[in-house]
T-cell receptor, first 116, second 110 residues
Framework: DGGITQSPKYLFRKEGQNVTLSCEQN?????MYWYRQDPGQGLRLIYY???????QKGDIAEGYSVSREKKESFPLTVTSAQKNPTAFYLC???????????????FGDGTRLSIL | KNEVEQSPQNLTAQEGEFITINCSYS?????LHWLQQHPGGGIVSLFM???GKKKHGRLIATINIQEKHSSLHITASHPRDSAVYIC????????????FGTGTLLAVQP
């Protein structure tokens, strides 16, 4: 079955440490997104990518970095510069392009990141 | 003021009740999405609509573009409907970017 796989489900980070969250999709979607979810707040966009080797900052990109070397993969690195990284992180993908506006986004099951 | 507002924030219902969750938005949109988030955290897309009404099983979604308002209805609610329901609006055209509401936590008691 096609879908999005996020790993790990739970992740713990020590102070000053970078961690990388994995997101893989086999839906053949061009666009991928990373969101952060905090209690009482809506999902907020961290980064998005519409095509391989290209990505754009979202609303809260500071302290995060991404890469898009393959269509299927869009890993998110939470760097030590992110001062409040404890949150639930969701990855999504969708079809985009000319003639494909307003497509549903498909979500992974998320990664919960906590600080030790 | 948030660009996407949902009400109520929390809702408790008895099994079998008719449920309505509301979503108001203040930006121009190209489509409105209703999503369901289960306790484990995964999110499923329920509806995407830009006008009128859509129905899937016991779920009905409506949108009034002039009033910038949408509703999600659940008929004959069941405990398995317990989840967070999230409204999101699409505004980014070809980028398919979304703005999300804060969600409505629904608990359906047997």
């Amino acid at each position: 079955d096609g879908g999005i796989t996020q790993s790990p489900k739970y992740l713990f980070r020590k102070e000053g440490q970078n961690v990388t969250l994995s997101c893989e999709q086999n839906l053949n979607h061009d666009a991928m997104y990373w969101y952060r979810q905090d209690p009482g707040q809506g999902l907020r966009l961290i980064y998005y990518s519409q095509i391989v080797n290209d990505f754009q900052k979202g609303d809260i990109a500071e302290g995060y970095s991404v890469s898009r070397e393959k269509k299927e993969s869009f890993p998110l690195t939470v760097t030590s510069a992110q001062k409040n990284p404890t949150a639930f992180y969701l990855c999504a993908s969708s079809i985009v392009g000319v003639g494909y506006s307003n497509q549903p986004q498909h979500f992974g099951d998320g990664t919960r990141l906590s600080i030790l | 003021k948030n660009e996407v507002e949902q009400s109520p924030q929390n809702l408790t219902a008895q099994e079998g009740e008719f449920i309505t969750i509301n979503c108001s938005y203040s930006v121009g949109i190209s489509a409105l999405h209703w999503l369901q988030q289960h306790p484990g955290g995964g999110i499923v897309s329920l509806f995407m609509l830009s006008s009128g009404k859509k129905k899937h099983g016991r779920l009905i979604a409506t949108i009034n573009i002039q009033e910038k308002h949408s509703s999600l209805h659940i008929t004959a609610s069941h405990p398995r409907d317990s989840a967070v329901y999230i409204c999101a609006v699409g505004y980014g055209g070809a980028t398919n970017k979304l703005i999300f509401g804060t969600g409505t936590l629904l608990a359906v008691q047997p």
